[in-house]
């Protein structure tokens, strides 16, 4: 064996090969999300028109702070090796994450606070689609994933996107997967939109024409308990409901 022969391998089994190098997480990856923020080196999936936020008063910005919540949101991939190394942001809170693969839960990983690496193992390794479902609780930023020809996959589904309160964003569910509407749009192999917004589901006329600008095959609303019970909204609007 040649003396460069050698010295390719080396640089192959350390990641400094051409397929080993970092790739930019692009919105081609993103799945769930209403639209795209980039930034230096980082990208942020909201579940609004972030570049619209003045748009969307409430109380204490609780509905922007919801909006900014990546619920059912997911990086789906594909790679040739079985492993790959997520980058992001930091956060001050630990972080779950759900790897999904034909539809079933595989793994639930935890991302300790302030840290900015998550391995994913256990991958198929070839032109199986992989998602990555991120965290519910809070906004996340996403910079690069580390592995051998990462690559986004396009979500042919059908695209269900469902509307509701806290019921429906299920802030308390085990893990990103296993909230209600993740659970049925993977049992019935659907592309899901979730915009299940804690506190905030008043029929907004803004949050309508979101809905109206948004392709999908199918629409449901779990609607009722917070269109009736704040008193912050007209009675015309109640009697509406």
Wanted: proline share 6%.
């Amino acid at each position: 064996m040649s003396k460069k022969t050698d010295e390719r391998k080396i640089i192959d089994t350390i990641g400094w090969g051409n397929n080993m190098m970092a790739v930019p997480i692009t919105p081609d990856f993103i799945q769930g999300a209403i639209t795209i923020e980039s930034g230096n080196g980082w990208i942020r999936p909201w579940r609004t028109d972030h570049q619209q936020k003045g748009l969307y008063p409430s109380i204490g910005d609780n509905l922007i702070n919801q909006m900014s919540k990546p619920v059912g949101v997911r990086l789906r991939f594909a790679s040739s090796s079985t492993s790959v190394t997520l980058s992001l942001l930091p956060a001050k809170v630990e972080r779950k994450f759900d790897v999904v693969i034909g539809n079933e839960r595989v793994d639930t990983l935890s991302l300790a606070k302030d840290k900015t690496k998550l391995t994913v193992g256990g991958l198929p390794g070839d032109e199986t689609p992989v998602e990555l479902w991120l965290p519910y609780d809070g906004p996340i930023s996403v910079k690069t994933f580390s592995g051998e020809g990462v690559r986004p996959v396009t979500d042919n589904r059908l695209k269900w996107l469902t509307y509701g309160s806290s019921i429906t964003q299920c802030g308390a569910a085990h893990s990103p997967s296993r909230t209600w509407p993740a659970t049925a749009a993977r049992a019935s192999n659907l592309n899901l939109t979730c915009m299940g917004l804690g506190g905030q589901c008043h029929l907004d006329p803004m949050i309508a024409r979101l809905i109206r600008d948004r392709e999908m095959d199918l629409m449901t609303m779990k609607i009722g308990i917070n269109a009736v019970s704040y008193t912050h909204l007209t009675l015309p609007t109640n009697r509406e409901v």
